[in-house]
C-alpha cells in the first residue's frame, strides 16, 4: 500500500539517520508543536478509500445478548477492514447511546480494586491503593477546568492487568499470578468475539491503559500470550487517539487511524502480530469537553437487563471530569489455547519486541522538557508520575 507523500519522504530522510520507518512515524504524530498533519489520519466513521465495509453474521449474536453488554443489535454494527490488513477489523462504536458510561465507571471504580494489579502497586503502600476511586472521587469533582492542580491517585493510574497478570519485566503471564477475570468484560468480551467470527475465544487476561493528554505508548508487538492464534480486543473510551498499525517489522511504515470513544478493534489472523503504537491522545473533534456518544446522561435502571452495574449521576459526574482530558483503553486477550497450560505453551524465548519495562511502555511526553534531548533507543523523555 502507497504511504502518503508527506510520510514517504520523511521515512526517507529519518532511514537516512538510521532510524526505523514505524519510529519516524511515531514522532511525526507525536509532535504537538507545531502539531502534526492529520490529513492522510484514517478517521472510520468518515469513510476512506484504503477501508472497506465488512459484513458480520447477523446469526452471531442475539439482541438479547447484545443488549445485556450494552450493545447496539449486531444488525446495526458498522464493521470495516483495512486494505493491507487481513484480519484487522474496526467496529465503529457500537454501544447503546448512554451505556458507554457503564464500562468506564468499571474502568474507573471496579476494575482498578484488588485483587486486579495496577502501577500504583509498585510504588505505594497497599492501604493507599485499595480504593483509588474512593480515595480521589471528591477531589475529581472540586477539580476546576483548566487549572492545574495536584493530581489525584486516579489520574496516577497508567494501568491495570486482570485474570492472568501480565508481567512487565519477564515480559510473561503465568499460572500463578492470575485472580478472576470479571464476569462483565468477559461477556462483553465474548459477544464481541461471536459477532466477528471468533466463537471459541475465551478472555484470559485484560490490561487496561489510562492516558492523559500528554500519554503515548511505544511501539511494541503483543506477543506475550503462547496462544497466538486467538484475536485480541481493543475497546476505547473517552478522548480520541491516533493509533498506529504497522507490519511484522519496523522498518515497514505504520497505517495512522483515529479511534473514538466507544469504537473496538480486533487484531486477529495475520494482524495478530503486527507492530502498533499510540502516540498520540487528541480532543474529540468538534470543541466538546467530552465527545458527543458521552454527553447524555448514563442510561438505564439497575432493573434493566445489562450484566454491567448501572452508573448513577453523581458516579457520571467524577467519570466526566476523569474522562475531559483522558482516554481509557481495554485490551482483551486468550492467553492458552482450550487445554493448553504453561509449562508445556510457554515459550522458552523471550519475546524479542515489546518494550522492556512497564515504564518504557507507558509513555509520558516532556515536550516542554525538550523532546531534542531523546537519547537514541526511548521514543521520549519520560516523567514519573508518582
Ligand atoms: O491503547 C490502545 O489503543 C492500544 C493498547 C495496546 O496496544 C496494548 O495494551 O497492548
Ligand atoms: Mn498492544
Redesign the pocket.
Known sequence: MAAPSCCRKMAASGLENGEDAFRMIFRFYKKRNPPADLSSVIDFSRGDSRVRPVELSVGALTDQDALRAGLQSLDRWKAYGLEGYPGFLFISNPFLPGWQHRWVRQCLKSYPRKPNVCNLDLHMSPEHTVDLWESSKEQLRRKAPNRRSQKSVLEKLR?VTLGYHYNWDTKKYSGEHQSAFPGDLAELSRCVSRACGFPAFTPQAG???Y?HMDSS?GI?V?ESEPDRRSP?L?F?FGQS?I?LLGGPSRELQPTAML?HSGDI?VMSGPSRLLY???PRILSFPGGGLLPPCLSEPPAGDPSDPCLVEPCSAQEWEVCAQYLRDS?V?M?VRQVLEEGGSFSVAQDPAAPMSRVSKEDEYHLEDTEAAGEEEVGPNLLVKRKKSF
Do not use: E, Q
Open positions: 494501568w490490561i487496561l491503559n492516558y505508548l511494541h503483543d485480541l481493543s476505547s487517539c493509533f479511534m478493534m502498533h503504537a499510540v482516554r483503553n485490551t
